[in-house]
């Protein structure tokens, strides 16, 4: 039955994703090279596609080998120094950091220019959070969760805040357990709009399948953390960057069927997939 494989609402590109790659395309259209710095998003099906295009991720300006193109600073941000080096190596920049994104960094910025200390709930690792460091005035420590909160040490007072693509429980748990190491403690929700309206998304549809299947890329953080949502809803959950990845058995097993997209993953991916699944259930009308 039709109505026994359902495709999230939600799924697939958020609007700081679609707007960045909307941005490069049209820039490729032009006349100059286009180059981002790293890879616009975490996804190797929409980096194949701009790379196609000539569109080149690099690290550093000094590595565009044309100095007449353009650089992107890509959605994830980048740290205001790095921010600062880039407009002042003498070629066009177009920033294409997320909005939201954007508004997690004042925050930081705001408190920490009061004397705050920062506590970013995230990926240490993730560019995101990395560019989010940059604005902490050098007070600044990232913990995963609550267990690694307790570990910190004491603060006078301290800005707690999130990676835009967290989970909000994990968020809210991991802020309650700051509130023990501050004298003052300011607790500010960054996650975006986007990923609570999927997350919410995910949870009422997640638990009433027997199978979950999760398209996006291998490393993709906001993907990884809604298969691992999906692990605590559902008996079946599958993280798949292409079609290619399903699992006959499992599909043709499972009564229900969830189909949910990171961020970052562009809706063709999830078409394809979508469609995949109902062909091996006998459910794609001709």
């Known amino acids: 039955m039709e109505q026994d494989v359902i495709v999230a609402k939600r799924a697939g590109f958020c609007p700081g994703v679609k707007s960045a790659i909307d941005k490069v395309l049209e820039l490729a259209a032009g006349q100059k090279p286009v180059y981002t710095i790293g890879p616009l998003i975490h996804n190797k099906q929409v980096t194949d596609m701009l790379s196609a295009k000539h569109i080149t991720s690099i690290d550093i300006p000094q ?13 994830h941000g980048i740290t205001p120094q790095f921010q600062q080096e880039i407009e002042s190596c003498g070629m066009e920049v177009v920033d294409a950091t997320c909005p939201l994104v954007k508004h997690a960094q004042n925050i930081i910025d705001k408190f920490a220019r009061k004397g705050y200390h920062t506590v970013i709930v995230g990926d240490s690792d993730h560019a995101e959070v990395i560019g989010l460091m940059g604005y902490t005035q050098g007070r600044g420590i990232v913990v995963s969760g609550p267990e690694e909160a307790q570990k910190l040490p004491t603060f006078d007072k301290v800005n707690v805040v999130s990676q835009t693509t967290q ?81 006959e058995t499992l599909i043709k097993q499972a009564k229900k069927i969830f189909i949910t997209a990171g961020a970052s993953t562009p809706g063709w991916v999830i078409d394809r997939v979508a469609d995949r699944v109902r062909q091996l259930r006998g459910t794609i009308h001709k």
Do not use: M, W
Not at 169 to 195: D, G, L
């Open 63 to 75: 590595q565009a080998s044309d100095k007449s193109g353009i650089l992107v600073i890509r959605a």
């Open 167 to 247: 989970k909000e429980s994990v968020f809210y748990q991991t802020a309650e357990e700051v509130k023990k190491h501050s004298r003052v403690c300011q607790i500010s929700n960054t996650i975006c709009q986007p990923t609570k309206e999927r997350q919410k998304e995910t949870i009422e549809l997640a638990q009433n399948a027997d199978l979950v299947i999760v398209v996006g890329g291998k490393h993709s953080a906001n993907t990884a953390r809604l298969a691992l949502l999906c692990k605590g809803l559902s008996s079946a959950v599958q993280h798949v960057e292409t079609e290619t990845e399903l699992d």
